[in-house]
């Protein structure tokens, strides 16, 4: 799913060219668990940076989250996982203009992260850039 060590640039929110991300992501595959609306969903991420994720599924519709959406996510890194609070920036809808460009799922801020947390979240992108080791 994702190439060795990939590291790429772009936006959270928005459209393409609304350039807001303030720190590289890196491509990863990897288990991510969110709380919200009551449930629990599994999902897996294809990217992955110090202020957020991306969500994919084939499937975006029938979730309840729509931007602005606050959940709680667990990224799962082997024995161990991280946990934070994040916000939906953006939806990608199967169908829409942007899902011709770009995977249908959802982008995510981390708008809250204790600093274990935080810690684990470094040096799981340290290791990505480093070794292209994408967790799964």
């Known amino acids: 799913m994702c190439g060795a ?3 790429m640039m ?9 350039n807001k991300r303030r ?13 919200g609306a009551e449930r629990e969903f599994v999902f897996r ?3 992955l940076s110090k202020n957020g994720l991306f969500l994919y599924t084939k499937v975006s519709h029938i979730y309840p989250f729509k931007v602005g959406s606050t959940l709680t996510l ?13 916000v939906v920036v953006r939806v990608v809808q199967p169908g829409s ?8 799922g959802f982008g995510v801020r981390i ?3 204790d600093d274990t947390d935080r810690g684990v ?16």
Do not use: H, W
Not at 23 to 35: P, Q, S
Not at 74 to 85: G, P
Not at 121 to 136: A, E, N, P, V
């Open 121 to 136: 979240l470094g040096q799981i992108i340290d290791r990505i850039q480093t070794t292209g080791d994408s967790l799964y």
């Open 10 to 18: 772009g936006a959270v929110s928005g459209e393409a060219s609304d």
């Open 45 to 47: 991420t294809r990217d």
């Open 97 to 104: 203009a942007e899902a011709d460009r770009y995977p249908t």
């Open 23 to 35: 720190d590289e992501r890196v491509k990863v595959d990897a288990f991510v668990k969110i709380g």
């Open 111 to 113: 708008i809250g992260m």
């Open 5 to 7: 060590n990939d590291v």
């Open 74 to 86: 667990e990224l799962y890194d082997y024995d161990r996982f991280l946990k934070c609070k994040v």
